[in-house]
């Protein structure tokens, strides 16, 4: 049986609530499935930590990982700033650095500056949003389920608070 996420969607007062909990060096791991409509899969790993926080925002330090395929990843390390919204968790990404690795040979190259320019444009945009029915928290940190055009991506996010000597 498939149940949607919104029907178990967090609210935005819960949401809200977590958010605001994080504080500096606060860490997440997220691990996300995108599916696109011909049913190929891409994985992706992301690790940040919470540098500035002020009430309803904070700044994390990241580094993604896009697996595409065996032999190509995409690696990005950013400065992400995020915001409540009304209905939505807005980010916007900052000071990112693109590596892609593999599709190196000399006859790839045309390939390697397509995949580069894409995640160029990835980052590029002004902002991302994730809405608060698309998120569901549990104990462990939450998990979003987005559409977008003809992609499902899922992502189950991990939040380690930062343990202090006591």
Do not use: W
């Not at 949607?4 to 967090?10: G, I, P, Y």
């Amino acid at each position: 049986m498939l149940v949607s996420a919104q029907a178990f969607a967090s609210s935005a007062k819960e949401i809200k609530a977590r958010f605001n909990q994080l504080q500096i060096g606060d860490r997440t791991l997220c691990l996300s499935d995108i599916t696109y409509a011909n049913n190929k899969t891409m994985k992706v790993i992301e690790n940040g930590f919470v540098i500035k926080k002020t009430p309803n925002a904070l700044v994390y330090q990241t580094a993604v990982i896009y697996l595409l395929g065996n032999d190509v990843t995409v690696n990005i390390k950013a400065m992400v700033n995020s915001k409540l919204d009304k209905t939505e968790v807005k980010s916007q990404v900052q000071d990112a650095m693109i590596k892609v690795t593999g599709l190196d040979l000399p006859e790839q190259a045309a390939d390697k500056a397509k995949v580069m320019k894409s995640y160029q444009d990835l980052v590029a945009k002004p902002e991302n949003s994730v809405a608060y029915s698309d998120i569901t928290l549990n104990e462990k940190g939450y998990v979003t389920q987005q559409h977008e055009g003809e992609a499902r991506e899922v992502s189950t996010c991990y939040i380690t608070p930062l343990k202090t000597a006591g």
